[in-house]
């Protein structure tokens, strides 16, 4: 199994940008979807996370900002980020709760870099 993340850049303060991530492998079920962000000499925190059945959950800092979402075909969660601040600048990685057969394990994607200009 591989979450692939995709779409970080460098955008202007008050721009968007649009993460993107995509399971592969063998799966069963994906579960739990989310993202954290980890900025140079802080610890990694949770962004947002969505369950297989939609409900979701923000962090305080980007509530009406960012949308999560996740298209349960495709196995694919997305990370739609609005206003963007200098402080969201980070690595954002992706992370997935996958039913392998019987087996539940939490996996991570390699990480996208997302640099926000004043």
């Known amino acids: 199994v591989q979450l692939q993340a995709s779409g970080g850049g460098l955008v202007q303060a008050g721009g968007s940008l649009r993460l993107v991530c995509a399971t592969s492998?063998?799966?069963?079920?994906?579960?739990?979807m989310g993202w954290y962000r980890q900025a140079p000499g802080k610890e990694r925190d949770l962004v947002a996370a969505?369950?297989?059945?939609?409900?979701?959950n923000y962090a305080d800092s980007v509530k009406g900002r960012f949308t999560i979402s996740r298209d349960n075909a495709k196995n694919t969660v997305y990370l739609q980020m609005n206003s963007l601040k200098p402080e969201d600048s980070a690595v954002y990685y992706c992370?997935?709760?996958?039913?392998?057969?019987?087996?539940?394990?939490?996996?991570w994607g390699q990480g996208t870099q997302v640099t926000v200009s004043s």
């Open positions: 992370n997935a709760e996958i039913t392998v057969f019987r087996t539940t394990i939490n996996y």
């Open positions: 492998g063998s799966i069963s079920r994906v579960n739990f």
């Open positions: 969505i369950t297989s059945g939609g409900s979701t």
